[in-house]
Structures are given as C-alpha cells and as structure tokens.
C-alpha cells in the first residue's frame, strides 16, 4: 500500500480521470481528477503520511468538492426548466361544467361533462337539472363537487 504514497501515481490518476471527462462528460471526474491532485500536493509535500490518510484526503476532498462545484454552478447556470402549478383542484375551481345527469337532491350523483370527459358529480345538497350549467366546487376523490351556477 505504499505505491499510495507516490505522488507520480496521483498526477497520472488525476490527469487520467480529468482526460476521462472528455469521453464521459458530467463533472464527476473532473472532481477526483481535483481531488487526486489534491492528494498529490499533500504526499509531495510530507503533508500526508501514511496511505490511510491519503485515500482519507481523496474521498474527503473528492465529497467536499461535489458539493461546492454543485452549488457554484447550479448559481451560475440556471436550469430553463419550469414547474407547472402540479395541483389540478386550483386549476379546477370556479370552472363552468355541463350537468348531463341530474344531481342530487341530498347525495344524490350525477354526471357533468368537463375537460371532454364525464365526471361524477356532486352537489351541496340541492337539484341541479341536467342541461344546466353548473361551477366547480372542489374534488372530492374523482367525483367533483358543484353548486348551481348563480
């Protein structure tokens, strides 16, 4: 295990890994290439003694630097990717539906038309004729919930 003590291994480790990102892009081995001259800086200079404390250094510094480079460039290069509103009741409410089944009175289910599909329906408690309009409340599991358009 002493050969982990040479600081020639450690260049060529890291030149290797860093010639490896060329082929293999990502960043990864851009880091343990880093993280490899890193090492090769400590056991050069007798800042690192033993090979337990070199691959220490390695994975160590490897880690830290995954991280840092990830939160410098995930600042410095903004993602184009957007998050849609992913809560469809929001989008739903205080929409206008087509009752084609009468719903209610009390628990009574119907049927609206919303979004080119049928829906089971229900009301706050009162009639809603088929062939009148009708707005969402809310959804309730897949029924919605509608009151008798105003």
């Known amino acids: 295990m002493d050969m982990l003590l040479n600081v020639e291994l450690w260049l060529v480790l890291g ?3 860093a010639l490896a990102e ?4 990502g960043g990864i081995l851009v880091n343990l290439a880093i993280a490899s001259f890193i090492v ?3 056991v050069g200079f007798n800042l690192l003694t033993t090979w337990v404390a070199a691959l220490t250094t390695w994975f160590i510094s490897a880690s830290l630097l995954l991280f840092v480079i990830y939160f410098f460039t995930d600042k410095l290069f903004k ?3 957007r998050v849609d509103n992913v809560y469809e ?3 739903i409410y205080g929409k206008e539906v087509l009752v084609t089944e009468t ?3 009390g628990q009574h289910q119907g049927r609206v038309e ?5 829906w089971t329906a229900l009301s706050d408690g009162s009639e809603i004729s088929a062939g009148n309009t009708a707005t969402i409340v809310c959804k309730e599991n897949i029924s919605l919930i ?3 358009k105003k």
């Open 15 to 17: 030149l290797v890994l």
């Open 22 to 25: 060329i082929i293999i892009p």
């Open 40 to 42: 090769a800086f400590g």
């Open 79 to 81: 993602s184009g990717q």
């Open 89 to 91: 009741e929001v989008d």
């Open 103 to 105: 719903i209610g009175p």
């Open 114 to 118: 919303f979004q080119g599909t049928s």
């Open 146 to 148: 509608v009151e008798a």
